[in-house]
C-alpha cells in the first residue's frame, strides 16, 4: 500500500525521495526490519495473550531432559511469524506481481492448516490433532493451486540466453543478451555445465505438441514438493530454535537467488536463469526472514514460546514454493539438508523397525530415537548445543548452495 502511496505521489506531485519506494532492494530493506520490529515488539504481547488464554504446549514424556519443564508454554507461535510477514509484505510489495499473490495464499493456506491442527491439540485437547489425511490434503490442495498459477499463468515466464551470434546492440549501445519471454518449465540442475532441465522432455514421446501437457509431469513434482518440504519442517520443530534457526538460512539464501534471478545484469554476469518479475519476491522473503528471526528471539533456549504447526508447516510450504518459483527446486535437498537429514532418519527408523520385527520377531532401531536430534539428546548432548551446531550445518549447507551458481 505505501507503494502505490509513493508511486502516486511522485507522478502527481513529484515529491522528493518518493522514487526510492520503486527499488527493490529499499523495500526489501524496509520488509526486514518492519517484520523484526513487529515480530520482537508485538510478539512478546502475542506470547502474553496465548499466556492469558492458556494456549500452553502439551507434553509426552519421552525421557528427554528437560522436556517436562516445557509443558505449559505457550505454542501457535506461528501467528506471530505469519503477521509479522504479511503486514510488511502488504505494505511494502507490488500485489499484483504473481509471484507476491501466490506466496501469499500459501502463506495463508498453510498457517490455516497448521491453526487447525495446533486448535485441536490445545482447545480440544487431542494430542492427535488434526488427521494426517487432512494435513495431506491440504499440501496437496496447495500444490495444485500453486503449480497451476506458475505453469497457466501468463505472468510466469524466463528469458533465455541468445547465442552469441544472435546479441545485438541495440540504439542506447547495450546488448541484448536475452531473447524474449516466454513460457517454460525449466529448471535449474546444480552442479552441470548446460545446467538447465526441461520437464517437459519427459513427455517427448508423445510426438509433436508434448509440451502442451508438461503439466502432468509439472504440477504431480510441485504436490511432491511441497508436501515433502513442509513435513521436513514439521519434524524439524523439535527442540528450541531448530526450526527457526534453519529455516532463516535457507531463507536468507533463497532472498539472494530470488534477487538475483530477478536481476537482468547479474542473471547475465552470473549466468543464471532470468525470471522477470521474480525479483519482487524478495520484499517477501526478507518480510519473512525478518519475521523468522524476530520469533527466534522469543524461541530460543529456553524458549518462551513454540511456533506449533501453525509455523513449522506455513514454513515449509513457503520454502518450497519460493524455490518452485525461481527454479531453484533441484538444490532444496543440499539447502534444506537439515530437513532432509531430519525427514530421512525418520523413514530409516520406521522402516528398520518394521523390517526387524518382521524377520526377528523384535522391532530394532537405528538411532536411539528419531527425528535425528532426538537421537542426539538421548545422547546427553544439551539441546543448546545440538541445535547450535545444526545452525552451523545449515550455515555451511547455504554457503555451498550459493556456490553452486559457478561451480558447474
Do not use: C
Not at 72 to 91: A, E, K, Q, R
Not at 130 to 140: A, N, S
Not at 163 to 188: C, L
Not at 222 to 245: C, H, K, Q, R, Y
Request: no cysteine; net charge positive.
Amino acid at each position: 500500500m505505501l507503494y502505490y502511496l509513493f508511486e502516486y505521489l511522485e507522478s502527481e506531485f513529484n515529491l522528493t525521495g518518493a522514487s526510492v519506494f520503486q527499488f527493490i532492494t529499499f523495500r526489501s530493506a524496509a520488509a526486514f526490519i518492519f517484520s523484526l520490529l513487529i515480530s520482537t515488539i508485538f510478539g512478546k504481547r502475542i506470547i502474553e495473550f496465548l499466556r492469558r488464554q492458556q494456549v500452553g504446549e502439551s507434553i509426552r514424556d519421552l525421557g528427554l531432559e528437560g522436556q517436562m519443564q516445557k509443558k505449559g508454554t505457550p505454542t501457535m507461535g506461528g501467528v506471530i511469524i505469519i503477521l509479522s510477514t504479511l503486514i510488511p509484505v502488504l505494505l511494502l510489495a507490488k500485489l499484483e506481481n504473481i509471484y507476491v499473490i501466490i506466496l501469499v495464499i500459501t502463506t495463508l493456506w498453510m498457517g490455516v492448516i497448521g491453526f487447525a491442527d495446533d486448535y485441536i491439540k490445545v482447545f480440544k485437547k487431542d494430542k492427535a490433532g488434526l488427521k494426517g489425511i487432512f494435513k495431506v490434503i491440504g499440501q496437496v490442495g496447495l500444490g495444485v493451486i500453486v503449480g497451476a498459477m506458475l505453469y497457466f499463468n501468463s505472468s510466469v515466464t524466463i528469458k533465455e540466453k541468445l547465442p552469441v551470434e544472435q546479441q545485438v546492440v541495440q540504439e542506447d549501445g547495450r546488448r541484448q543478451v536475452f531473447g524474449e519471454a516466454h513460457k517454460s518449465t525449466k529448471t535449474t540442475v546444480p552442479f552441470m555445465k548446460n545446467n538447465e532441465l526441461e520437464y517437459a522432455k519427459v513427455l517427448s514421446f508423445l510426438g509433436d505438441g508434448y509440451e502442451k501437457y508438461a503439466w502432468i509431469i509439472f504440477i504431480p513434482l510441485v504436490i511432491f514438493i511441497v508436501t515433502a518440504v513442509s513435513n521436513g519442517a514439521n519434524l524439524t520443530d523439535g527442540i528450541d530454535g531448530l526450526a527457526a534457526g534453519t529455516s532463516s538460512i535457507m531463507v536468507l539464501t533463497l532472498a539472494i537467488f530470488a534477487w538475483v534471478s530477478g536481476n537482468i545484469v547479474f542473471a547475465e554476469y552470473l549466468d543464471v536463469m532470468y525470471i522477470p518479475n521474480s525479483g519482487e519476491m524478495t520484499v517477501f522473503i526478507l518480510a519473512f526472514a525478518g519475521a523468522l528471526i524476530g520469533f527466534l528471539w522469543y524461541n530460543t533456549y529456553p524458549a518462551q514460546v513454540f511456533m506449533g504447526d501453525t509455523g513449522s508447516l506455513t514454513i515449509g510450504g513457503i520454502i518450497a514454493v519460493i524455490a518452485i518459483a525461481i527454479r531453484k527446486e533441484l538444490l532444496l535437498p543440499l539447502l534444506a539438508g537439515v530437513f532432509f537429514i531430519e525427514v530421512l532418519s525418520v523413514m530409516l527408523q520406521v522402516s528398520y523397525f518394521k523390517y526387524t520385527k518382521k524377520k526377528f520377531g523384535e522391532g530394532r532401531r537405528i538411532f536411539k530415537m528419531s527425528p535425528l536430534h532426538h537421537h542426539y539428546q538421548k545422547l546427553n548432548y544439551h539441546e543448546s548445543k545440538i541445535v547450535t551446531r545444526f545452525w552451523i550445518i545449515g550455515i555451511l549447507l547455504a554457503v555451498f548452495t550459493i556456490v553452486t551458481l559457478k561451480l558447474r
